[in-house]
């Protein structure tokens, strides 16, 4: 099991840019988010999905979209690129459970010139 | 509206002794309380949680403890490894929120 993959690990865009950031998990799971992590704010969601066909809003999603079209797959985008959104970027997945437990990927490193 | 608060963004630790890692809250209504660990370049892994309904829990060298009352969580580490140095997040869920909430990290760096 791969668990939960990002691409790409790495991108510089330069402002006004679009991109897409894909996130896969193989592990079933009902529940996809897509978190930031700046220094000295901890990880604040952007968007999240509870089943295929659904996003919701998280705490900053302004800036970005989202699709989750497959149950595996939980796409972010970014319409057009600000140097704010320079980031860290992680994916996360969970099947629920007792906790919410969620298993991240090893995340995506975006810097917008 | 800053729910959890980790009020020390780094610590350092002399290998061997205990490590206390700190993380207060404001809203009373969460339901379990997660801490994970995070390394450089990688993305955060669950370390250990605790029910809401217990106030302490253990495993291994580590163990949350859980003080309702002053709505305050807490990892201790003992003894602690070089390979502890990492950042950790604290996380609280609600039953039928969907989501955690994190904490802002505190990097703990181990000295050998």
């Known amino acids: 099991n791969a668990g939960v993959t990002q691409t790409p690990k790495f991108r510089v865009l330069k402002t006004g840019q679009s991109m897409t950031l894909l996130c896969a998990q193989d592990?079933?799971?009902?529940?996809m988010y897509w978190y930031r992590q700046d220094p000295g704010m901890g990880l604040r969601l952007i968007h999240y999905?509870?089943?295929?066909?659904?996003?919701a809003k998280g705490e900053v999603p302004d800036g970005y979209n989202v699709s989750r079209l497959k149950k595996q797959n939980f796409l972010l985008g970014l319409e057009s690129a600000a140097p704010s959104q320079t980031s860290v970027y992680f994916c996360?997945?969970?099947?629920?459970?007792?906790?919410?437990?969620?298993?991240f990927g090893p995340g995506t490193r975006l810097t917008v010139l | 509206d800053q729910q959890v608060k980790q009020n020390s963004p780094s610590l350092s630790v002399q290998e061997g002794r205990i490590s206390i890692l700190n993380c207060d809250y404001t809203?009373?209504?969460?339901?379990?309380f997660l801490w994970y660990k995070k390394y450089p370049a990688e993305g955060p892994t669950f370390l250990i949680s605790?029910?809401?309904?217990?106030d302490k829990n253990e495993d291994g060298r580590f163990t949350v403890f859980l003080n309702k009352s002053a709505k305050h969580l807490s990892l201790h580490i003992v003894p602690s490894q070089p390979g502890d140095s990492a950042v950790y997040f604290c996380?609280?869920?609600?039953?039928?929120?969907?989501?955690?909430?994190f904490g802002t990290g505190t990097r703990l760096t181990i000295i050998p």
């Open positions: 996360a997945s969970t099947g629920g459970g007792s906790y919410n437990e969620q298993f």
């Open positions: 592990m079933n799971h009902e529940y």
């Open positions: 999905s509870v089943g295929e066909g659904t996003t």
């Open positions: 809203n009373s209504m969460f339901d379990y």
């Open positions: 605790i029910s809401s309904i217990k």
């Open positions: 996380a609280l869920y609600t039953f039928g929120n969907e989501k955690l909430t």
